[in-house]
């Protein structure tokens, strides 16, 4: 059967709202004109609820990889010691950026599928007192584990004069961070996952000790220099030619997240299809990676035993266009990842589950027709009952 689109489930890229798409098809306009200036002066403060930030937000045009160097490249100094939590892909990633950048960086590992434990943290924090940095992941993208950021946050700044420094590539936008809260220093992201548009832009949001931070530094650095984007954000500019047509998305990604009731409204939806998932999986016994503790409310992580994940994906994308992701790294062909954010609702949920079932059905897996389904319907009416959805 011919397909005309694809149901995308992944944990990045995700799917774009219709009024978003046809924002960005508006006409080009010069970017260092007063149209342009405009654009950015309406986004600017409207982006700082969303962070739940102090400062102006920063916007680069590049990807979320970009945001995550741009927080080693200007917050420290070759030789500087850092403590990199590294419990999946990406803060593996963050990890050999810091030692790219000839930094001392004290791995902690954790399993893959478990959140850090903030007294590890401490103890190595305790341990290498000269620490400039923590650098975290907020949702690990690669096992759908989400860390306890806030207390973690709150033992660093008890403890020590380090920055805390979040990679939230999949979280903003889809869970609750509060930056000024919770005490993080430096959060990054990128447009691609919960934030509804598509990949280009990548944001930077920084506590005023940051930015003290940053001023002083002595590294070198140019196109990700944030002191520049800083100096040109308050004249509607960038110091580079921004992506305009991304920047046209933005606005109305904005109004979106406002007329959904703001970024704590958003994260309730997340929660809610997080809920709805997961229950479901239960309900078809697909064993979950992760702890309800631990999980994330953007991606969640299934570890069959009864079939291979890859041909589970292969099946739903051949018969229904519905887009999973695998796992990475050693847990490659061992999992398989749905995506539940940005733009996408409990009705999204409904259906991702009901075609699990069928190609369930398909590979032989035990388990009671229409069980998911009705798990994630009784989720979201328990949600309904509590006024949270």
Request: charged share 25%; hydrophobic share 40%; aromatic share 6%.
């Amino acid at each position: 059967m011919k397909r005309e689109w694809d149901l995308l489930h992944t944990p990045g890229p995700t799917p774009i709202p219709p009024s978003v798409e046809r924002a960005m098809n508006q006409p080009m306009i010069g970017h260092r004109g007063e149209k342009c200036k405009e654009l950015i002066q309406s986004i600017a403060p409207r982006l700082k609820p969303v962070f739940k930030a102090e400062r102006d937000v920063l916007i680069l045009t590049g990807s979320g990889t970009s945001a995550l160097e741009s927080a080693v490249v200007n917050t420290t100094n070759p030789g500087d010691e850092v403590v990199v939590v590294v419990a999946g892909s990406f803060g593996d990633r963050f990890a050999k950026i810091c030692e790219t950048y000839e930094l001392v960086v004290h791995r902690i590992d954790v399993e893959w599928g478990k959140a850090v434990d903030v007294a590890e943290v401490e103890d190595v924090l305790r341990a290498n007192g000269e620490t400039k940095a923590v650098f975290l992941t907020h949702s690990e993208t690669s096992t759908g584990v989400m860390h306890p950021i806030e207390a973690i946050a709150a033992r660093v700044n008890e403890i020590s004069e380090a920055l805390v420094i979040v990679d939230g590539v999949s979280s903003v936008g889809g869970a609750t961070l509060d930056m000024k809260r919770f005490g993080i220093d430096l959060l990054v992201t990128g447009s691609q996952k919960a934030m509804m548009l598509p990949p280009g832009l990548a944001f930077v949001a920084m506590s005023n000790r940051a930015w003290e931070r940053i001023q002083t530094t002595s590294r070198p650095r140019f196109y990700l220099d944030l002191r520049s984007y800083e100096g040109r954000i308050g004249d509607g500019q960038t110091p580079f030619t921004p992506a305009l047509s991304l920047l046209f998305g933005l606005e109305e990604v904005l109004t979106l997240i406002e007329e959904e009731g703001g970024i704590d409204s958003v994260a309730e939806r997340h929660q809610l299809m997080q809920k709805m998932t997961r229950e479901a999986c239960r309900a078809l016994q697909l064993p979950l990676l992760t702890s309800d503790e631990e999980a994330s409310t953007t991606v969640t992580s299934i570890h069959p035993q009864t079939f291979e994940a890859e041909q589970l994906r292969k099946l739903a994308r051949e018969e229904f266009g519905l887009i999973l992701a695998g796992g990475q790294k050693h847990l490659k062909g061992e999992i398989f990842r749905i995506g539940h954010m940005g733009y996408t609702r409990p009705a999204n949920v409904l259906q991702y589950i009901s075609i699990l079932e069928i190609i369930l059905k398909r590979l032989g897996h035990t388990f009671e027709p229409g069980a998911g389904t009705a798990a994630a319907q009784e989720a979201y009416l328990d949600a309904t009952r509590e006024g949270k959805a």
